[in-house]
């Protein structure tokens, strides 16, 4: 069972909220409260497991007013695991509260992509190379996906460690999902 609370101004997108939480067996609505005038973007949060916004560790769900790109990484430290528009449907909405709920992280490509080239340490190749990795493949099989040569692969395998002051290619892995540049 997920637990739910929603924070919103009301209304109708508040009120469509409930009823989507509302009709999934798996989904426990645990309250709703309103949301101040200090977030303008973010219609309505969909906190996980308890009513503690302020936590860190308590999974957040985002329904986004405005069609700005999302900071993925500030998201992700302040507890947002999903970013989803205002027209989402509620199939959108449960895969998203499903996907927080596991640990998971759900953003829209654009929000990825132009975040990543922003404030990653990678170059682009690196974040090619560290999502392959992520998927389980070897340096040969990366090699061959990316038209270069094995020792070209060892190379950005080398430098990712190295940017990401990492001791290990999982933890390279690690580090890539915590930043929100590796999606599962």
């Not at 303008?40 to 769900?61: A, I, K, M, N, W």
């Not at 996906?145 to 990712?160: A, D």
């Given at each position: 069972?997920?637990?739910?609370?929603?924070?919103?101004?009301?209304?109708?997108?508040?009120?469509?909220?409930?009823?989507?939480?509302?009709?999934?067996?798996?989904?426990?609505?645990?309250?709703?409260?309103?949301l101040?005038?200090?977030?303008?973007?973010?219609?309505?949060?969909?906190v996980?497991?308890?009513?503690?916004v302020?936590?860190?560790?308590?999974?957040?769900?985002?329904?986004?007013a405005?069609?700005?790109?999302?900071?993925?990484?500030?998201?992700?430290?302040?507890?947002?695991?999903?970013?989803?528009?205002?027209?989402?449907?509620?199939?959108?909405?449960?895969?998203?509260?499903?996907?927080?709920?596991?640990?998971?992280?759900?953003?829209?490509?654009?929000?990825?992509?132009?975040?990543?080239?922003?404030?990653?340490?990678?170059?682009?190749?690196?974040?090619?190379?560290?999502?392959?990795?992520?998927?389980?493949?070897a340096?040969?099989?990366?090699?061959?996906?990316?038209?270069?040569?094995?020792?070209?692969?060892?190379?950005?395998?080398?430098?990712?460690?190295?940017?990401?002051?990492?001791?290990?290619?999982?933890?390279?892995?690690?580090?890539?999902?915590?930043?929100?540049?590796?999606?599962?």
């Amino acid at each position: 069972m997920i637990r739910v609370a929603i924070a919103g101004s009301p209304g109708m997108l508040r009120a469509g909220l409930e009823a989507v939480v509302r009709e999934r067996l798996e989904l426990q609505l645990i309250g709703t409260f309103e949301l101040t005038d200090d977030v303008p973007v973010v219609d309505v949060l969909l906190v996980l497991g308890t009513l503690d916004v302020e936590s860190p560790r308590t999974p957040v769900v985002l329904m986004l007013a405005g069609s700005e790109p999302v900071n993925v990484r500030a998201a992700l430290r302040s507890g947002v695991r999903s970013a989803l528009p205002v027209s989402a449907t509620a199939v959108e909405i449960f895969a998203a509260i499903q996907a927080a709920a596991a640990g998971l992280t759900a953003f829209r490509p654009s929000d990825l992509e132009e975040r990543t080239t922003e404030t990653s340490q990678l170059s682009p190749r690196e974040l090619e190379v560290l999502r392959m990795l992520a998927d389980g493949l070897a340096n040969k099989e990366i090699a061959w996906r990316l038209g270069i040569s094995e020792h070209t692969v060892k190379f950005h395998v080398t430098s990712i460690l190295n940017r990401l002051n990492a001791a290990s290619r999982a933890e390279a892995v690690a580090i890539g999902m915590r930043n929100g540049w590796i999606t599962i």
